[in-house]
């Protein structure tokens, strides 16, 4: 039986780590226009904030405080605290770091709400 007349395609295989890789743009090469349409290079990826929480902010505290905890149980600070000792600094920084975290947390996501509405001017 004589073989087909046809072109074999080939198939998109994927490498090693599983991504499959599609072949390049095999056409004309696109114009100015048509660059700056499909957004061209990007000077880095575009982080999405989200608006601050109390939530957030207390989780961040908790565990700034467990680190504290541990530190102090360890004896890293030169001398062992006691256990009674430890839990009331723990305590001490969920109350402090909790507010300063969300004021943080505020201050940061109101400059970048800045920086989005006022890209051209910079």
Same mark, same amino acid.
């Given at each position: ?6 072109k074999?395609?080939?198939? %998109?295989?994927?490498n =090693?780590? &599983? ?8 056409g004309?090469a ?6 700056k349409q499909?957004?061209?290079? #990007? +000077?880095?990826? #575009?982080?999405?904030? +989200?608006?601050? $929480?109390?939530?957030?902010? *207390?989780? +961040? @505290?908790?565990?700034?405080? =467990? *680190? *504290?905890?541990? *530190?102090?149980?360890v004896?890293?600070?030169?001398? %062992?605290?006691? /256990?009674? #000792? $430890?839990?009331? !600094? @723990?305590?001490?920084a /969920?109350?402090l770091?909790?507010? !300063? ?11 970048? #709400?800045?920086?989005? &509405?006022?890209?051209? +001017?910079?």
């Amino acid at each position: 039986m004589p073989p087909t007349k046809r072109k074999r395609r080939t198939k %998109h295989r994927g490498n =090693a780590a &599983g991504m499959v890789e599609s072949r390049g743009r095999t056409g004309r090469a696109p114009t100015p226009e048509e660059r700056k349409q499909a957004g061209g290079p #990007q +000077k880095g990826r #575009q982080r999405v904030m +989200k608006p601050p $929480s109390w939530n957030g902010a *207390l989780t +961040k @505290a908790l565990v700034m405080a =467990a *680190l *504290l905890f541990v *530190l102090t149980r360890v004896g890293i600070f030169g001398r %062992h605290v006691p /256990v009674s #000792q $430890s839990v009331f !600094l @723990a305590a001490f920084a /969920v109350i402090l770091y909790t507010p !300063l975290a969300y004021m943080t947390d505020r201050f940061v996501y109101q400059r970048q #709400q800045r920086r989005a &509405g006022n890209s051209g +001017k910079r």
